[in-house]
């Protein structure tokens, strides 16, 4: 399974961003649907925190300094999962990374596969 973020870029307070995640290597639909799906952000001399997950029967979870603004959602038939990141903060600004993985981990750090990673810089 291979993972790619894309949509990350420079934005003022207060803007909008959309991430996605594209996913490659999976056999078929189903299996990419049976995968907890999320993503995470790591700031400079940071810990890595999750942000959103979505299950395999779709619920969500966000970390609390982002409900309300972030939203994070899938498309199976293509394989991509999103994030719409609304009212940006300058302390949102990371390397944000998707994430997957066969067990419901949620915001937990240890899945599986992790895509490279797409910078979020907001001033």
């Known amino acids: 399974v291979q993972l790619v973020e894309s949509g990350g870029g420079s934005v003022q307070a207060g803007g909008s961003l959309r991430l996605s995640c594209a996913a490659s290597g999976y056999t078929s639909v189903g299996v990419y649907n049976t995968h907890c799906l999320a993503w995470f952000r790591q700031a400079p001399e940071k810990e890595r925190e999750g942000v959103a997950s979505?299950?395999?029967?779709?619920?969500?979870r966000y970390v609390d300094s982002v409900k309300g603004r972030f939203t994070i959602s899938k498309d199976n038939a293509k394989y991509t999962l999103y994030l719409e990141m609304d009212s940006l903060e300058p302390e949102d600004t990371a390397m944000y990374y998707c994430?997957?993985?066969?067990?419901?981990?949620?915001?937990?750090?240890?899945?599986?596969?992790w895509g490279q990673g797409t910078q979020v810089t907001v001033s």
């Open positions: 979505i299950d395999s029967d779709g619920t969500t």
């Open positions: 994430a997957a993985d066969f067990y419901n981990l949620q915001l937990a750090r240890s899945y599986t596969y």
